[in-house]
């Protein structure tokens, strides 16, 4: 089993940046594809990104591309997510999740989540 917990997420401003953190053990980890998911509120979860087990992979939703950059270190089991240029769209609950599948990328083990608040 995988523990995720991630760590990052606050309250910025239109056009602001943040950068998420989700720091995992098990040891399963390095061998996993990893991702990111949101929740907004009234809203169903959705997938946001993915990075392949080496970071040499990665997968984007449209509405974050070129805004959003996914990265791993696997020396630190680490999965970051850092966004820029965020728009009061991107609040939600942004959760770190281990794939079971790539495409489309679904996740099998969660964190809790992280909130992230967009102010107009």
């Known amino acids: 089993q995988v523990q995720l917990v991630e760590s990052g997420g606050g309250l910025v401003q239109t056009g602001g940046s943040l950068r998420l953190s989700c720091a995992a053990s098990?040891?399963?980890?390095?061998?996993?594809?990893m991702g990111w998911f949101r929740q907004a509120p009234g809203k169903e979860r959705e997938f946001v990104s993915a990075?392949?087990?080496?970071?040499?992979?990665?997968l984007y939703a449209d509405s974050v591309k070129g805004r959003f950059t996914i990265s791993r270190d696997n020396s630190n089991d680490t999965v970051n997510l850092q966004m820029n240029s965020l728009q009061p769209e991107d609040t939600a609950v942004y959760y770190c999740?281990?794939?079971?599948?790539?495409?489309?990328?679904?996740?099998?083990?969660w964190g809790k989540g992280t909130l992230v608040t967009v102010s107009s």
């Open positions: 999740a281990v794939l079971k599948t790539w495409l489309p990328a679904q996740g099998l083990y």
């Open positions: 098990g040891r399963t980890y390095s061998a996993s594809s």
């Open positions: 990075i392949n087990w080496s970071g040499g992979a990665t």
